[in-house]
């Protein structure tokens, strides 16, 4: 039985086309009777021909980062930025346009998203929201109207269970989304982040629902703080272990981590509260990982900015000296973990 079959949707959705759209096991495709008399009525194989011979292609809503119907986890600790980028990203989503270095997907129709601010309420997310664009123009405030949805109840979403799951699903069919953003992972995909049993049922229940739907998810995750054994011995350090949980990286398309660039020669020549954030991609499914860039977080407006510095990726004769320097002096946590791409001192 599929996840979502299991799903009671209640007397209001009985007559609901969406809902029964939802619950179909399969998409119609072309069927082969070599391999379809192998199948099961809800569990699908292919014979490889099959799918090499699909003219189906993978489309990007951002380009080689994440697919129409992909995941992106964001992850930092606390204050780094986290649900300003998410915004920014549903923003230049919807507006059809590049977010820094993150190029909009090719030949995309136009993007609808939901926004789920499960940490801030209405009030707050109008109070980050205005002071991140307060000068929008007329077009803008159309698509923006008419393309970007948010929810900001205070009641939570507990995506492991069944109930809130459906829920979910069925206000992902209703509002016809190509996107989703989750703000954050932290406070809905379990009780804790390393509760195995609820984080891997979320996980579930979300790629489900982005299959089933077709569409596209960004959520933003706290790191957590690695204990001292680990913090003692860096180069062993894994992007699991930084979210705390093997499942949630494992199941991403992509994983961005920013980090607060606390370096003084960074930031001396910033206006007083701007800071460098850096961006790094430690997983790319579909695509080359990109240099790590950093960036200015503004605080008039709220946002971050657009002439992004890309940097280019170590050698491995640079590398190899990194690691020499951090084992015989340990650095800040992230200086320890093989992003594959990492600044060194001369980058910043």
């Known amino acids: 039985m599929g996840i979502l079959d299991g799903y009671t949707f209640g007397p209001a959705d009985e007559d609901d086309e969406v809902d029964e759209e939802v619950a179909q096991v399969s998409p119609a495709i072309a069927e082969d009777e070599s391999s379809l008399s192998l199948s099961l009525p809800h569990r ?13 292609r993978i489309e990007f809503a951002i380009e080689g980062l994440l697919p129409t119907n992909g995941l992106m986890y964001v992850g930092a600790r606390s204050g780094t930025g986290k649900s300003i980028l998410a915004i920014q990203m549903a923003v230049d989503l919807v507006l059809g346009r590049d977010t820094m270095t993150l190029k909009h997907g090719k030949n995309l129709p136009q993007q609808r998203l939901i926004y789920f601010s499960l940490e801030m309420g209405k009030l707050e997310f109008k109070e980050r929201f205005e002071a991140m664009y307060p000068n929008r123009t007329e077009e803008e405030k159309k698509l923006l109207r008419e393309n970007l949805l948010v929810y900001c109840d205070p009641e939570p979403f507990r995506l492991w269970t069944s109930d809130h799951a459906a829920d979910m699903v069925r206000l992902a069919s209703r509002a016809q989304i190509t996107g989703q953003i989750i703000d954050t992972a932290s406070v809905s995909f379990g ?6 049993e609820e984080v891997n049922k979320t996980i579930e229940n979300m790629y489900v629902l982005r299959n089933r739907i077709g569409f596209y998810q960004i959520i933003p995750c706290h ?8 913090v003692a011995n860096l180069e062993d350090v894994t992007v699991d272990e930084i979210f705390g949980h093997s499942g949630v990286a494992q199941s991403a398309s992509s994983v961005l981590l920013m980090h ?9 020549n910033l206006k007083d509260g701007e800071k460098v954030v850096w961006l790094m991609n430690p997983k790319a499914r579909f695509a080359p990982e990109f240099a790590p860039f950093k960036t200015v977080l503004r605080t008039n407006p709220l946002q971050f900015r657009r002439d992004a510095i890309e940097l280019p990726p170590l050698t491995q004769e640079k590398r190899k000296e990194l690691k020499e320097n951090r084992a015989a002096n340990p650095r800040p946590i992230l200086d320890g973990i093989d992003f594959g791409s990492v600044v060194g001192d001369d980058d910043i």
């Open 223 to 230: 790191t957590r703080k690695l204990p001292a054994g680990v």
């Open 44 to 56: 699908r194989i292919y014979n490889i021909e099959e799918i090499l011979e699909s003219d189906e």
């Open 260 to 268: 607060t660039d606390k370096k003084k020669d960074s930031t001396k």
């Open 191 to 196: 009780s804790t982040l390393t509760n195995q």
